[in-house]
């Protein structure tokens, strides 16, 4: 059974950088099958899609994050890893770290469904 | 604003038969792309319900279904149970500049 946890701190000041840490487990994360994503949801409202990585290390951002947003992959350790700058109180939400069956598309690797998600950590943006 | 368009919420009593819509546009939805759909009960994270439009995963009961027609798709929950109260969130792909997975903005279904 594929499970996915979320690390981090709960707390980041404003204008810091914000990181998360998510650790794979029962599956490998170099499966050329999966993306590995990470969506975040801010009290009350909807799900945020912020980007995806694949085990090569190729990487797609929402365009409404993209300047702040950086998203690694460490195989070894099977963990993937989110960085986002210069946060404001607007960054506050759960952030949850998910996987992402690929589906192969006229050619191309395309992000299907989130099927395995993480429980969620709360990031709080506050001084 | 989300870029899929779901009622923020529907409501029905115990036993009957829900619908909530996701309507998107020619760039995701209508360009042919499925759409899939998530649980969400309070306190927890998203739950697969069901993905490629109308398949269900191992272990979620046949009263979900899901269907897609032109650029819009439904789910349609049947003999409404108390604990399916909880948010419902369709996800698809856009083709747009962004190219990019895109969610809808949720609806919260209320069990009388």
């Known amino acids: 059974q594929v499970q996915l946890q979320e690390s981090g701190p709960g707390l980041v000041k404003p204008s810091q950088t914000l990181s998360l840490t998510c650790t794979v487990s029962g599956g490998s994360i170099s499966s050329g099958s999966y993306y590995w994503s990470w969506i975040r949801q801010p009290a009350g409202k909807g799900l945020e899609w912020i980007g995806r990585?694949?085990?090569?290390?190729?990487?797609n951002y929402n365009p409404s994050l993209k300047s702040r947003v950086t998203i690694s992959v460490d195989t070894s350790k099977n963990q993937f890893s989110l960085k986002l700058s210069s946060v404001t109180a607007a960054d506050t939400a759960v952030y949850y770290c998910a996987r992402v069956v690929v589906l192969l598309w006229f050619g191309e690797l395309l992000p299907h469904y989130f099927d395995y998600w993480g429980q969620g950590t709360l990031v709080t943006v506050s001084s | 604003q989300s870029v899929l368009t779901q009622p923020p919420s529907v409501s029905g009593a115990p036993g009957q038969r829900v619908t909530i819509s996701c309507t998107g546009s020619?760039?995701?939805?209508?360009?042919?792309?499925?759409v899939h759909w998530y649980q969400q009960l309070p306190g927890t994270a998203p739950k697969l319900l069901i993905y490629g439009n109308s398949n269900r995963p191992s272990g979620v009961p046949d009263r979900f279904s899901g269907s897609k027609s032109g650029t819009s798709a439904s789910l349609a929950i049947t003999g409404l149970q108390a604990e399916d109260e909880a948010d419902y969130y369709c996800?698809?792909?856009?083709?747009?500049?962004?190219?990019?997975?895109?969610f809808g903005g949720g609806t919260k279904l209320t069990v009388l």
């Open positions: 996800q698809s792909y856009d083709s747009s500049l962004s190219a990019q997975e895109v």
């Open positions: 020619s760039s995701n939805i209508g360009a042919g792309y499925d």
């Open positions: 990585i694949y085990t090569s290390g190729s990487t």
